[in-house]
């Protein structure tokens, strides 16, 4: 079975193909290298102990999509990652996003819809759901408009999906909407690599603690929340590349799949951004040093899953917990800045 994985040397994606390859999966990445290093493929292979393909390819190259199809014509399903998604950036330079995340997505339909069967799994996001009226939100809450291009690129992606989906009963997607991926494989082999300054929270944590950054700013404790901090929901990344496994093998073995299917992929527990500090500092042995700001444009006050629908029909639960996964990414961190 071979498996195409796009943005598969990132940092979602890489733990993923780890996961296929331990499976005895033949995995195929394609990546622009925009936002992930070819180190990191040398870093897979010494994890998984097995190397995958590599084509360096912007899926933004219809051409070069269409050869590569060509080339590799035993495809038999795609994880489908390579996207921008810093929210941030995609609310300054809303064209990037949508050309970047939308136009590939269509020309990777295109392919798909040429195979006499083809199975996808779409990498999504909570966002969709921005500030939800009932929590935990569950997969049939409302879309609501999303805080920024980046979420909306996302909101687009899966009615593309669902669109094609409809038409072309060959196809079959499942959009995983991830709720805040945080932590790093045990071997400290991979992880998340921000370019620049860190936007998310865990990794200006740890790059606060390693002394990289002088301080992290805490963006708000005026919510209405227990402790005032915004609440999330944070799933150890290596739980969520098994979920993708699990969704994809829900679509390999099962003929009667419905065409298009969501699926919240979180803990189902809400941490705030102090307890996410005060576990980190337990995790360090060390304090952090932050400060309270003003809170951020965009951001809401809280997010967590119900995630009922994955355990009952992909039988996907998360078993790693906030600490595992906050330890796994300082462990990470100092292997990274002891390697630079
Ligand atoms: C988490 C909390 C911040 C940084 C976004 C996307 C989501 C996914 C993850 C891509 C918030 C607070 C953060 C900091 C802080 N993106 N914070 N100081 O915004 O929940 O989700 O990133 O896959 O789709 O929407 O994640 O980590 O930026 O913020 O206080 O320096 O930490 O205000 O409450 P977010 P985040």
């Not at 195929?28 to 936002?35: E, H, K, R, T």
């Not at 933004?60 to 996207?83: E, M, P, Y």
């Not at 071997?187 to 921000?194: H, K, N, R, V």
């Not at 996410?276 to 952090?288: D, G, H, Q, R």
Request: net charge negative; with cysteine; glycine share 6%.
């Amino acid at each position: 079975m071979k498996i195409l994985v796009t943005g598969g040397l990132g940092y979602i994606g890489s733990h993923v193909v780890v996961d296929l390859l331990a499976k005895d999966y033949e995995v195929v990445i394609i990546d622009n290298l925009a936002n992930a290093s070819i180190d990191v493929l040398e870093n897979i292979e010494k994890i998984a102990h097995k190397k995958p393909m590599f084509e360096e390819l912007d899926v933004r190259d219809k051409a070069g999509l269409q050869s590569f199809f060509k080339k590799h014509q035993d495809i038999t399903g795609v994880i489908h990652f390579a996207a921008s998604k810093a929210v941030g950036e995609s609310v300054e330079n809303p064209l990037l996003y949508y050309e970047n995340n939308l136009n590939s997505l269509v020309y990777l339909l295109q392919e798909l819809e040429k195979m006499p069967q083809a199975r996808l799994i779409f990498s999504s996001s909570c966002t969709v759901y921005g500030q939800a009226d009932v929590l935990p939100v569950t997969e049939d809450a409302p879309v609501k408009t999303a805080e920024s291009p980046y979420g909306n690129t996302k909101q687009i992606g899966e009615e593309i999906i669902q669109d094609v989906c409809k038409v072309r009963p060959a196809m079959k997607a499942i959009a995983l909407r991830y709720f805040n991926p945080i932590g790093a494989h045990e071997s400290a082999l991979i992880g998340e690599l921000p370019l620049g300054t860190p936007q998310n929270l865990v990794p200006y944590i740890t790059q606060t603690a390693i002394g990289l950054r002088e301080q992290l700013s805490v963006y708000g404790d005026d919510y209405n929340t227990a402790d005032g901090t915004a609440v999330r929901d944070y799933i150890h990344v290596v739980d969520l590349a098994a979920a993708h496994v699990v969704a994809l093998e829900r679509l390999l073995k099962l003929d009667d799949a419905p065409n298009f299917e969501t699926f919240n992929i979180g803990t189902g527990k809400g941490s705030s951004v102090l307890e996410v500090i005060t576990t980190f500092e337990k995790v360090s042995n060390a304090p952090l040093n932050y400060k309270i700001v003003g809170r951020r444009e965009g951001d809401i006050t809280a997010a967590y899953a119900n995630t009922d629908k994955a355990a009952t029909v992909l039988g996907w639960k998360s078993k790693l917990t906030l600490e595992e996964a906050l330890a796994s990414s300082w462990k990470w961190e100092q292997q990274v800045r002891n390697s630079k």
